[in-house]
């Protein structure tokens, strides 16, 4: 009797064990970059490689130069914007009548999530507040500038998140501007030189708990950091809490703009710049987050054809940036009401369609000991680990080239990277397509034949072709 009372206190003990609040778990991380920088970078993250990033609040209602019209308008008076509005608004017309017509009445996160997923891309991150101010969800904090209580009252951000969860094969993200261009909290905080934080403690702070307590995002992109130096923001401690006690602690990753200062130095991947792709591989994590409009971030009526990304533009800056160790951010920017314009659909279709081929050479690769080839300036690398021997390092089974140019005049590409030893070299071949490939030595590395140009236009192999090179044993 006694071991059965026993074995009961054991099993009350264990459940009120776990049920205790995560605040009671011994901290991990101390509030210093040095220990926050020491966090592992979170697995999914790295194997993902694509990402779909989505502008979309008040400015597309205007929908004119880009996502900073507000400033442009009202704050630098840019004579562009300051002409757009005198011409089709009438006087004392406010940014903030804009709001009324931010109707959203076509936006179906579902249809978005399946877009996104046919883009071949695994993770997806919403502007939840630009620099306006205006939050896609009802914070408890915005006073009333939000989407459920002026525009579409509905909750956008918590819709697209629970479509992007429903989908199963995407992760869900939020991007987050530190700083509002308006807001008095912030202006008055910046007039005494950041030794203020009334707009930090009343507004940044408990509005991003109150988000990543909400929606549990596996993202958190920041941005809007610039003006006021990290300590302003408090991004260590906020970093502190975030990895030791938040509800995502363990799956999220962040990036690198939380003040002067941490830009290119400090988060789980960095950004270090807008369209970030230095061509060479980096010691840490990085993003190229880019738009496909090359002109704006957020969505805009006077944009040309010419303003595009082609999708051969877009293959490449996938090659280029997986092959130096980076993931791709692709931005659209949606309509007023909901939808995203047909150019960008293709592209991002498009794209996935090259990546239903060509994506055993993107996800879950890492970056060989060289990037670029020597001889064709043309062929990227990437490379994928030994099953056998999961553990860090640059050893690798399998290498993959992606040749961007097609070779036209000798149907054969030379890969000087392989001028060394080319005994290990077992079999090529082409993603998409099942015949192995011939190759030969040549005096510079090997020479590699591809197969007739109808065969690849019938297989409809387009804007991007891979070699998948095996070798006999790990490489080098």
Same mark, same amino acid.
């Given at each position: 009797?006694?071991?059965?009372?026993?074995?009961?206190?054991?099993?009350?003990?264990?459940?009120?064990?776990?049920?205790?609040?995560?605040?009671?778990?011994?901290?991990?991380?101390? %509030?210093?970059?040095?220990?926050?920088?020491?966090? %592992?970078?979170?697995?999914?993250?790295?194997?993902?490689?694509?990402? /779909?990033?989505?502008?979309?609040?008040?400015?597309?209602?205007?929908?004119? =130069?880009?996502?900073?019209?507000?400033?442009?308008?009202?704050?630098?008076?840019?004579?562009?914007?300051?002409?757009?509005?005198?011409?089709?608004?009438? %006087?004392?017309?406010?940014?903030?009548?804009?709001?009324?017509?931010?109707?959203?009445?076509?936006?179906?996160?579902?249809?978005?999530?399946?877009?996104?997923?046919?883009?071949?891309?695994?993770?997806?991150?919403?502007?939840?507040?630009?620099?306006?101010?205006?939050?896609?969800?009802?914070?408890?904090?915005?006073? +009333?500038?939000?989407?459920?209580?002026?525009?579409?009252?509905?909750?956008?951000?918590?819709?697209?998140?629970?479509?992007?969860?429903?989908?199963?094969?995407?992760?869900? +993200?939020?991007?987050?501007?530190?700083?509002?261009?308006?807001?008095?909290?912030?202006?008055?905080?910046?007039?005494?030189?950041?030794?203020?934080?009334?707009?930090? !403690?009343?507004?940044?702070?408990?509005?991003?708990?109150?988000? &990543?307590?909400?929606?549990?995002?596996?993202?958190?992109?920041? !941005?809007?950091?610039?003006?006021?130096?990290? +300590?302003?923001?408090?991004?260590?401690?906020?970093?502190?809490?975030?990895?030791?006690?938040?509800?995502?602690?363990?799956?999220?990753?962040?990036?690198?703009?939380?003040?002067?200062?941490?830009?290119?130095?400090?988060?789980?991947?960095?950004?270090?710049? !807008?369209?970030?792709?230095?061509?060479?591989?980096?010691?840490?994590?990085?993003?190229?987050?880019?738009?496909? !409009?090359?002109?704006?971030?957020?969505?805009?009526?006077?944009?040309?054809?010419?303003?595009?990304?082609?999708?051969?533009?877009?293959?490449?800056?996938?090659?280029?940036?997986?092959?130096?160790?980076?993931?791709?951010? /692709?931005?659209?920017?949606?309509?007023?009401?909901?939808? /995203?314009?047909?150019?960008?659909?293709?592209?991002?279709?498009?794209? +996935?369609?090259?990546?239903?081929?060509?994506?055993?050479? &993107?996800?879950?690769?890492?970056?060989?000991?060289?990037?670029?080839?020597? &001889?064709?300036?043309?062929?990227?690398?990437?490379?994928?680990?030994?099953?056998?021997?999961?553990?860090? =390092?640059?050893?690798?089974?399998?290498?993959?080239? &992606?040749?961007?140019?097609?070779?036209?005049?000798?149907?054969?590409?030379?890969? =000087?990277?392989?001028?060394?030893?080319?005994?290990?070299?077992?079999?090529?071949?082409?993603?998409?397509?099942?015949?192995?490939?011939?190759?030969?030595?040549?005096?510079?590395?090997?020479?590699?034949?591809?197969?007739?140009?109808?065969?690849?236009?019938?297989?409809?192999?387009?804007?991007?072709?891979?070699?998948?090179?095996?070798?006999?044993?790990?490489?080098?």
């Amino acid at each position: 009797m006694r071991s059965v009372r026993w074995s009961f206190v054991l099993l009350v003990c264990l459940l009120v064990c776990s049920l205790q609040p995560a605040s009671v778990v011994a901290r991990k991380y101390e %509030p210093t970059w040095e220990s926050l920088d020491s966090r %592992p970078l979170p697995r999914w993250y790295d194997d993902a490689k694509v990402g /779909i990033f989505i502008h979309w609040g008040v400015y597309a209602v205007p929908s004119f =130069g880009s996502e900073w019209f507000w400033i442009n308008w009202q704050g630098s008076k840019t004579e562009e914007y300051v002409r757009f509005m005198r011409d089709n608004y009438k %006087p004392g017309f406010t940014y903030q009548d804009f709001a009324t017509d931010f109707t959203a009445e076509l936006f179906n996160a579902t249809e978005w999530a399946e877009l996104f997923e046919r883009s071949g891309a695994r993770y997806v991150v919403l502007t939840s507040k630009h620099h306006e101010g205006y939050t896609l969800w009802p914070s408890s904090h915005a006073f +009333g500038w939000n989407a459920v209580d002026v525009g579409p009252h509905r909750d956008i951000l918590g819709e697209l998140a629970g479509a992007i969860r429903a989908n199963g094969k995407l992760t869900f +993200g939020v991007y987050y501007s530190l700083f509002e261009w308006f807001n008095r909290l912030y202006t008055q905080d910046k007039l005494h030189a950041f030794m203020k934080r009334d707009y930090v !403690d009343g507004k940044v702070w408990p509005e991003l708990k109150e988000l &990543i307590n909400t929606y549990r995002p596996e993202v958190l992109w920041s !941005d809007g950091d610039w003006e006021a130096p990290d +300590g302003y923001w408090k991004a260590k401690e906020f970093f502190t809490w975030l990895y030791n006690e938040s509800p995502v602690r363990n799956t999220i990753v962040t990036n690198d703009r939380w003040g002067m200062g941490t830009l290119c130095l400090h988060g789980d991947f960095h950004t270090c710049s !807008d369209r970030y792709n230095p061509g060479v591989l980096q010691k840490h994590k990085w993003e190229n987050a880019l738009t496909l !409009d090359k002109q704006s971030w957020g969505h805009r009526v006077n944009a040309r054809l010419e303003d595009f990304m082609t999708t051969a533009e877009l293959i490449a800056e996938i090659a280029t940036t997986v092959s130096c160790g980076g993931n791709i951010l /692709i931005n659209v920017g949606p309509t007023k009401a909901g939808t /995203i314009d047909p150019i960008f659909a293709e592209r991002l279709v498009h794209m +996935g369609l090259w990546l239903k081929v060509n994506g055993e050479a &993107i996800y879950k690769t890492r970056p060989w000991v060289y990037q670029n080839d020597t &001889i064709t300036g043309s062929v990227w690398y990437t490379a994928a680990r030994q099953p056998s021997s999961p553990t860090k =390092g640059t050893n690798f089974a399998t290498v993959y080239a &992606i040749v961007l140019d097609y070779p036209y005049k000798t149907n054969s590409v030379s890969l =000087g990277a392989f001028s060394n030893d080319v005994r290990k070299i077992v079999q090529i071949t082409m993603l998409g397509y099942g015949t192995a490939l011939q190759w030969k030595p040549s005096s510079d590395g090997i020479l590699v034949e591809f197969p007739l140009k109808n065969e690849i236009d019938r297989l409809m192999l387009h804007h991007g072709w891979t070699l998948k090179i095996t070798l006999s044993s790990q490489w080098p």
